[in-house]
């Protein structure tokens, strides 16, 4: 990444700026990222919630933005065991490091633009060409681009060390991070004996850095440019001299140690690396972009050659491991990489001075500045490197068709011919691309191949699932036909009983059976259900008639014979009733004279 090509308004900026093609732009998201980390949250009231127990974590996800889209910044704090001493004599030391990535905003937009005119190609869609489909906009569609896309990673290492005064001429040391390879220990960079950790010496002495411009008790940096050969991966290297707090200076007695100036030294590493993104769209809204990346994180396991020790990287969304992953290292000038700190004239400050208050709380300076510093700058580094090319636009001569007058005037897309708009029938169909590109023209451009997937019901004889299921389906449909000719031929139909009042009729109309035993309350055994019923003729107390019942159980064939419904005869006659009244006098008299008898004998 080269300084050279950033606009040199890109140094001046403010916050809440709408998203630019500044490394800077929207860099007051990482507020929000310090925020939710509880990170600006005083230490008494951490200590009283426990949050100093090891139970922050990192947010899922931040929204960025681009010119159209919505992208996701994600960070990992990245625990690995950093092998101190030689080959033949070393010993582990966890160290842990800050891994980020979000979508290139280009590519982003790109996918945004083609949601787009994904809406406006299915309300062309079955105009003018029998290859239409029925499609419309509320379904959900995922746009993924098929093809090769590389998004950048970030990755920093810091540590915390010090000046020893105005008169300081040791050279700085810049910590190797922990994804490099066993190689970058083995080169005479390699010095340990002055910070006590394994570093690579950098063309500045300590000294040096007390006549940085700035006020005191602002957090000032300095951008180092560091050798690339032994540190595989290193994109920049970053020292943040820490302000001085007064009440620390009263506490020293000896010049020597007064003079002393606590600094931040980081490695940051970059590179862009192999990934999917897709975008979600569904009823004219698009969903964030997200992505994966596309690497067999358990391969790392069995790379004995690491600097490292993979810890628990199998779920992780972000991976930084050179030189595994990402594959192609970013190399950055410092002049680039000064436009993620530009000032900012409402605060009078620098973005690294404020994002760092803002992490402190009330303070000036954290209680672990290394560890601010370090997920502070692997965020202004991802989205600097996520604004490569940001400026830049889909290209090529839409494939438009006539209007349908049909079609909603909400779908017109203003830049659109009158009356016209994306042929999408042709998109659909598969047998063409959307644009048109002149071959000399686009010979340098990148083409993007986007899979759309409309998400919903749909049938498929893929598998043999689906085939075995289609040929029971078939075998069942045989017996029906089979069974519907044979009845319209050989069957009897009848209209009688089209009604749950007609069947209800004709069970009242029917005797009690046995079977039906202690169901009146409601039924509460299976086998009642499974009882046999028949309807069967059965003459009349009186006269020659015949009415229907129904036949509850088994009947012997001979009496299902004689008693079979016989066609275009009428039934409906009922059997008598008859009346009984002088037993019921009886019994009435009867009661009555004991009635009688009880009365008399009170009387008495």
Known sequence: MNGSSVPRHCAVVEAGMPSNDCPSSEWDFMQTW????????PIGLKNQSGLLKGTIIPPSAIQLTGKTSIRQYKQVWSPVYVTLGTRNSSSNVLFESADSSTQQAVIADALTSIS?????????AGIGSH????????QKVVHTIANNYYQPYSSAFCVRDAIQGPNDQRIMIFPIVPESTWDARDTPYINASISGFPGVEAPIRRAQLLELPGVESDNRAKWIQLPQI?????????IVLLPQNPSDLSKQSNTTIQNNTDIVVCSIGAGWGLSSINMTSAQGTNSATSSLIKFDISTLNSTSDLFFDPFDLTDSSVLFAQPVFPSIPIETDVEWAEYLNPYVPSANTTVIDLLIKHWAGNGSKPASPEIAARDIITGLMTNGLARSGFTSELQGKMKLIKENQDI???VRYVTYPPHEIPDGNLWLSGKSDLFTLDPEESKNWVKLKVDSTIQGY???IEGPAPKIAIAFLLTYCCFVLSHLVYSGISGISSSCWDSVSEVTALAINSPPTTILRNTCAGIAEIRIFRTPIRILTMRDQEGEGEHLELVFGEVDHEDSQKRAIKPNRKYGTMPAVKKDTEPARKRC?????RHLRKKKTSQA
């Open 131 to 138: 290859h239409g489909a029925s499609f419309h906009e509320d």
């Open 589 to 593: 008299r009867q009661r009555k004279g």
């Open 458 to 460: 749909a049938y498929n």
């Open 408 to 410: 909603s005037q909400a």
């Open 34 to 41: 310090i925020s939710l980390t509880d990170q600006s949250v």
């Open 116 to 124: 787009t005119i994904w809406d406006l190609a299915i309300g062309g």
């Open 230 to 238: 032994p540190l595989t991966g290193v994109s920049v290297g970053l």
